[in-house]
């Protein structure tokens, strides 16, 4: 349970951080995804419309987790009653039942416009994406972690 705190409380920092550097870093993760993926122009003009789309519904989401879950973590946990806590269950999993909803929504236009391997490996670029950010604003913090 405290690693699941802790990783709250990592994200909710990293989402604050990008807040204010929300169209650099999207402009990073433009051309890191691009180059990833290996696109086309034609495969770009595609698929970019669909992907950004869908990325402004994800963030959206974290917003609205942000804002809702992490201000009750922020307040303490040991201030938490039961009730509250059942409903901060109850709030994460249907914002991560939204989000492969909005995955599901996001592949089945992706299929129209990219190769189901082009699919796979864009999971894995997003996944990458987001490790390294994190490991850039955990150097920007002068913090070392294990690698």
Known sequence: MNKLVMLLFLLAATMQAQDGKHE?????????????????????????????KYDDKFHELRKKERTEIFKKLRDGLENLTETEANELIDKNLSIESSELELRKQMTVELRKVLSPKKIIILKKTEDDFKRELLERYRGSKGEKGPK
Do not use: D, Q, R
């Open 24 to 52: 650099k870093i999207k402009a990073w993760k433009t051309a890191y995804i691009t180059e990833k993926l290996s696109l086309t122009s034609a495969e770009a003009e595609k698929f970019w419309p669909i992907y950004n």
